[in-house]
C-alpha cells in the first residue's frame, strides 16, 4: 500500500522560512512525477511545483524564487523548501505522486489533481503578518 507522510508545516511569521519533508514507500520514489500541492479554506487546491523522475522541476508563479523542490530517492522524501513567505501561501500542503513509473511524459506534463494518483494527508502552514 503506498503511503506519503508529510511532516514540516507550522506556524511562521511572514519572511521566514519552512521545510515541508514528505516521506513514502521505496517504490513511490521511481514515480515519473511527484509534486505539492496546496489548498486554502474555501479555494481549489492549486499546483505549486513538480519534480519529474528526472530532475526536472516546475514551479507555479507565485511561489517561483521563493520555493524550492527536490527529492532524496536514497532516504524516499520529497522536500519543498519555502524562503520569503507570505501570508498567502497560507494553506494545507499536500504531497502527491503519479502512479507511473515508466513511460514518463515530464515535469510539465503535470498541470492539475487529476494527474497524481496518490496523496499525503496534507500538513498545514500558516504564515502570519
Known amino acids: 500500500q503506498v503511503q506519503l507522510v508529510e511532516s514540516g508545516g507550522g506556524s511562521v511569521q511572514a519572511g521566514g522560512s519552512l521545510k515541508l519533508s514528505c516521506a513514502g514507500s521505496g517504490w513511490i520514489f521511481s514515480s515519473c512525477g511527484m509534486g505539492w500541492f496546496r489548498q486554502a479554506p474555501g479555494n481549489e487546491r492549486e499546483l505549486v511545483s513538480v519534480i519529474s523522475s528526472d530532475g526536472v522541476t516546475t514551479y507555479a508563479h507565485s511561489v517561483k524564487g521563493r520555493f524550492t523542490i527536490s527529492r532524496d530517492n536514497a532516504k524516499n522524501t520529497l522536500y519543498l523548501q519555502m524562503n520569503s513567505l507570505k501570508t498567502e501561501d497560507s494553506a494545507m500542503y499536500y504531497c502527491?505522486?503519479?502512479?507511473?513509473?515508466?513511460?514518463?511524459?515530464?515535469?510539465?506534463?503535470?498541470?492539475?489533481?487529476?494527474?497524481?494518483?496518490?496523496w499525503g494527508q496534507g500538513t498545514q502552514v500558516t504564515v502570519s503578518s
Open positions: 502527491a505522486a503519479d502512479a507511473k513509473t515508466s513511460w514518463c511524459s515530464g515535469a510539465y506534463y503535470y498541470r492539475s489533481v487529476a494527474d497524481f494518483a496518490y
